[in-house]
């Protein structure tokens, strides 16, 4: 796939206010910190378009980027944010919620683990959210280049273990662009076998 177009994005918190043109969605989830917004803007070739920090929690909308024309990137806040109140956390709790259970153009879910690291009970509970509700997803192993090629392949076998569901999961990293075009093929096959 090659990105021609991206459209700012289009920010919401209800779901009254999600784009009503039926254009199909895949929508990326992880814990705070794990590269969401550095994951976009890598697939889109944007430095800033998608805005990046070192705090986590900094995505508290839910935000749309049109691609092409023909679909939506969709970046939805992390969990697992510590420095935020528990009252915001249930808030962006009930967001991801509303949006995974409601929302009929989506198509698929891309579940963001850092490669480093096992992952976390979030993780996990988040995974098996998407298999409870039949939502087609992907594991991409954030950070990858962190590691050698060597231990990468013990971290993903781990990170399979641990989740224990069958689902494909695909090393990325933002620095090096690895399998940076692997998920534009993905997301490219998703989108055309959803547009009537």
Not at 90 to 100: C, P, S, V
Not at 113 to 119: S, T
Not at 164 to 188: A, C, G, H, Q
Request: charged content about 20%.
């Amino acid at each position: 796939m090659i990105i021609h177009e991206v459209s700012n994005p289009i920010t919401v918190v209800h779901p009254n206010d999600y784009p009503d043109d039926h254009l199909p969605e895949v929508v990326f989830i992880g814990r705070s910190n794990v590269g969401k917004s550095s994951l976009l803007n890598t697939l889109i070739n944007r430095k800033n378009l998608a805005y990046t920090s070192q705090n986590p929690g900094k995505t508290q909308t839910i935000n749309f980027y049109r691609i092409n024309q023909v679909f939506y990137c969709v970046d939805i806040p992390g969990y697992g944010y510590a420095k935020v109140s528990k009252k915001q956390r249930e808030a962006f709790g009930q967001m991801i919620e509303a949006y995974l259970t409601s929302r009929i153009t989506l198509k698929h879910a891309f579940l963001l683990i850092d490669a480093r690291h096992a992952p976390t009970e979030d993780d996990v509970l988040m995974a098996n959210y998407l298999w409870h509700y039949q939502i087609p997803f992907t594991i991409i192993a954030t950070k990858s280049d962190k590691i050698s090629n060597n231990r990468l392949k013990n971290h993903l076998n781990a990170i399979n273990k641990v989740i224990s569901l069958d689902v494909e999961i695909i090393p990325f990293s933002m620095i090096t662009k690895l399998n940076r075009d692997t998920l534009l093929d993905k997301i490219e096959t998703i989108v055309n076998s959803n547009i009537d």
